[in-house]
T-cell receptor, first 108, second 114 residues
């Protein structure tokens, strides 16, 4: 069964304290691994797409990496405005399978 | 260039009533996806449509739920005879082509069934 699992469910960081979020996937035929950010009461906002193992993408304090079984979202020196739920999704060509997300809180 | 527009933002229905959720995709996008999100759960795929066609409805409940994307006008997700378990946030997303492309999401419709 196609499945995406994210960990941890929730993460509290002090401002400036770097960490990583994990996304493990078990899907048949991954065509792309997507990361989204979701703020309360809003729809997910696209961050990155990764297509092959070894690929990395960066945007400001965020860096996404991909292996054959999982993806990591690394957050370097986070700020309070980075607080949100981060979702990953696996595209199999038929549909996107979303994880349940990691709720990140960055404390000033 | 407006993003994906969903309305209403909040919809309250009593058990047994009908709910109609609307989604206008981004300009130039002909692919629409509907997702349901429950608290503490991930986004669950419901249905994928192109103009006038349902491509994949494997995530749609067999009864009471239907979706359409007419040639003109928004995509509609229709829930007949709503029950309390239908209460959730319903998100619409659009893309310019089928998969392998990022999805652009609307702000969602929060359905509450009393």
């Amino acid at each position: 069964e196609d499945q995406v699992t994210q960990s941890p469910e929730a993460l509290r960081l002090q401002e400036g304290e770097s960490s990583s979020l994990n996304c493990s996937y078990t899907v048949s035929g991954l065509r792309g691994l997507f990361w989204y950010r979701q703020d309360p009461g809003k729809g997910p906002e696209f961050l990155f797409t990764l297509y092959s193992a070894g690929e990395e993408k960066e945007k400001e304090r965020l860096k996404a990496t991909l292996t054959k079984k999982e993806s990591f979202l690394h957050i370097t020196a986070p700020k309070p405005e980075d607080s949100a739920t981060y979702l990953c999704a696996a595209d199999t060509g038929n549909q996107f399978y979303f994880g349940t997300g990691t709720s990140l809180t960055v404390i000033p | 260039n407006a993003g994906v527009m969903q309305n209403p933002r909040h919809l309250v229905r009593r058990r047994g009533q009908e709910a109609r959720l609307r989604c206008s995709p981004m300009k130039g996008h002909s692919h629409v996806y509907w997702y349901r999100q429950l608290p503490e759960e991930g986004l669950k795929f419901m249905v994928y449509l192109q103009k006038e066609n349902i491509i994949d409805e494997s995530g749609m409940p067999k009864e009471r739920f239907s979706a359409e994307f007419p040639k003109e006008g928004p995509s509609i997700l229709r829930i007949q005879q709503v029950v309390r378990g239908d209460s959730a946030a319903y998100f619409c997303a659009s893309s310019p082509q089928a998969t392998n492309e990022k999805l652009f999401f609307g702000s969602g419709t929060q359905l509450s069934v009393l």
